[in-house]
């Protein structure tokens, strides 16, 4: 551990990476310090705690930083280890506050993250846990996009510093911060990246650090069955399932994993959520899309389906993007359909777009990165070596 390696050398040898430690859970750090030599296994925990400090409550960028620790141990540290943040590709603000940032991880690796003021207590950050996505929902930008990769804890954790960075949030335990919340609405399947995800959790959520408390963490998922309970027990996040139609026929349609884990699969699913209340409700999202799946007959079919489910219902206006084919329903039909949910008991609040002018909005991100394989990345490797 500590050390990954990086195989794509043209010639084929590897190149050490030197782990990033914004990736490494409180226990891993420790463990990290003793592989490398660094701590006993008597001051490991001692060590990892005062590290922990400075990445996730100060913001450090650089071991040397760290004051309270001797200067041989921060030589050690900054050859064992990596502490910088990813590059920030480019950087783009709303006429309405959300901001969002395009982040580079590795050449052709890139994600966007959008912060959007104003919701949950201050203010929401939207990571991405995947480059691209594997799921083709149809009326989704990203869904234009093949997978790249998974992105590793360190790269969902830098989202979180990179947005603190910005808007001049260390030390984390301020009282008047804007970042409050994390939802896991951005690019990618967080439940196709579950190990990673609730690596990122553990790290976010510790009290001496981020501090964001896992109630205030919210992952959402088209709806993969088999992995919602392991996302409740490993991580008590909160749940979001993007519902989007109340049928199989149409929900085939609009996010074709339900052909693999259809609509009576995924109610028992959630209904077996661990930790499910009236104080931890899920919230289904619902994007309203015009002529499609936005009639008072369904906004009935889904007060039925949703019966006995501690929930709250996200009506989304569709954002539209370059090349869809779909339109947003018309506001008095959205408003139609909230007031059917109303009378039926849930609170249904109609999600006011952001970020829209930069494309920030949900369904909205996409970038250039392409899945390129191994073998071509070593051929345009020796290329440039030529
Ligand atoms: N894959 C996960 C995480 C992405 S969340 C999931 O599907 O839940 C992104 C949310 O935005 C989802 O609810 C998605 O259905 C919704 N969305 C996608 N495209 C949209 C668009 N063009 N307009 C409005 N909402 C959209």
């Known amino acids: 551990m500590g050390?990954?390696?990086?195989?794509?050398?043209?010639?084929?040898?590897?190149?050490?990476?030197r782990a990033n430690l914004s990736g490494l859970t409180r226990a891993s750090l420790a463990e990290a310090?003793?592989?490398?030599?660094?701590?006993?296994?008597?001051?490991?925990?001692?060590?990892a705690?005062?590290?922990?400090?400075?990445?996730?409550?100060?913001?450090?960028?650089?071991?040397?930083a760290m004051t309270n620790i001797d200067k041989a141990t921060r030589a050690r540290l900054a050859e064992t280890f990596d502490l910088a943040r990813p590059e920030i590709a480019a950087r783009q603000v709303s006429a309405d506050g959300t901001r969002k940032w395009l982040i580079r991880f590795a050449p052709g690796v890139e994600a966007e993250c959008v912060y959007i003021p104003d919701v949950g207590r201050a203010g929401a950050l939207c990571v991405s846990s995947q480059v691209g996505c594997t799921l083709n929902c149809r009326f989704c930008h990203t869904g234009t996009q093949a997978l790249v990769r998974n992105l590793t804890a360190a790269e969902?954790?830098?989202?979180?510093?990179?947005?603190r960075d910005d808007l001049g949030e260390w030390p984390s335990d301020r009282a008047d911060r804007r970042l409050s919340n994390i939802v896991f609405m951005g690019m990618g399947e967080p439940l196709y990246n579950l190990d990673q995800v609730a690596a990122a959790i553990d790290i976010v959520s510790d009290n001496e650090g981020l501090g964001i408390s896992r109630r205030r963490i919210t992952v959402s998922t088209a709806g993969v069955v088999p992995e919602l309970k392991a996302l409740g027990t490993r991580t008590q996040a909160m749940l979001a399932i993007s519902l989007h139609a109340t049928n199989d026929a149409l929900r085939n349609e609009l996010v074709p994993l339900n052909k693999h884990y259809p609509l009576a699969e995924l109610m028992a699913g959630i209904r077996a959520y661990p930790g499910l209340s009236n104080a931890r409700r899920v919230t289904f999202e619902y994007v309203m899309l015009?002529?499609?799946?936005?009639?008072?007959?369904?906004?009935?079919?889904?007060?039925?389906?949703?019966?006995?489910?501690p929930a709250k219902i996200n009506l989304i206006p569709f954002n539209p993007w370059p090349g869809t084919a779909y339109e947003c329903s018309d506001w008095a039909t959205i408003e139609a359909f909230a007031a059917i949910l109303n009378r039926a008991g849930y609170a249904s609040p109609i999600r006011t777009p952001r970020g829209r002018d930069i494309l920030a909005a949900c369904g909205q991100l996409r970038t250039e990165s392409l899945k390129v394989r191994a073998s071509d990345r070593r051929k345009a490797a020796a290329a440039d070596v030529a």
């Open 49 to 64: 705690g005062q590290i922990w400090r400075w990445i996730h409550n100060n913001g450090a960028t650089d071991f040397d």
């Open 33 to 47: 310090l003793v592989r490398a030599d660094i701590a006993t296994p008597e001051k490991a925990r001692m060590r």
């Open 156 to 163: 969902i954790v830098a989202q979180v510093q990179i947005a």
């Open 290 to 309: 015009k002529g499609v799946n936005d009639t008072p007959a369904e906004a009935l079919a889904l007060v039925r389906l949703l019966a006995g489910i």
């Open 3 to 17: 050390v990954r390696l990086d195989l794509s050398r043209a010639d084929g040898t590897q190149i050490p990476v």
